[in-house]
């Protein structure tokens, strides 16, 4: 569960909230691992493994393709728990492929969304297109 809905569904006003106690989402919130705590763990993973010592950007890059690819695949489908695993393998090639390219991805998305929090534009078949 994302945060902000946790944070939301202990408001007891909240149309969210779905009869579970404000404890119980207290607990999850208390219990939430960051993206920068997940991400350490991503990379300490990924050095035990060798990755860094013998793998390369573009291999990895190729592997986020593959992973994106089958998360396509899974949308179609419809399967949620499988679109889940494809998000989080996408992320995990991402944060090994920033490491190798001297890279923080946190940093990389703050840059992104500076980019377009003030950006314009409409909905064009399904996907967000921006002014030009």
């Not at 202990?10 to 989402?25: C, E, L, M, R, V």
């Not at 950006?119 to 967000?128: A, H, I, P, Y």
Request: glycine letters at 6%; charged letters at 30%; proline letters at 2%.
């Amino acid at each position: 569960m994302e945060i902000d809905k946790l944070k939301y569904q202990i408001q007891a006003d909240s149309p969210y909230n779905d009869g579970w106690t404000k404890d119980f989402y207290q607990k999850e919130i208390n219990n939430m691992k960051s993206f920068y705590e997940l991400s350490l763990y991503v990379l300490k993973w990924a050095e035990e493994r060798g990755i860094f010592n013998n793998g390369e950007p573009l291999a990895q890059l190729a592997k986020t393709q593959e992973e994106l690819d089958e998360t396509i695949q899974a949308v179609k489908d419809g399967d949620h728990l499988e679109i889940a695993d494809g998000i989080g393998d996408m992320l995990v090639t991402i944060i090994i492929a920033a490491k190798m390219l001297d890279l923080d991805p946190t940093t990389c998305l703050d840059q992104a969304y500076n980019e377009i929090k003030n950006r314009t534009g409409k909905m064009v078949d399904g996907q967000f297109v921006k002014d030009e």
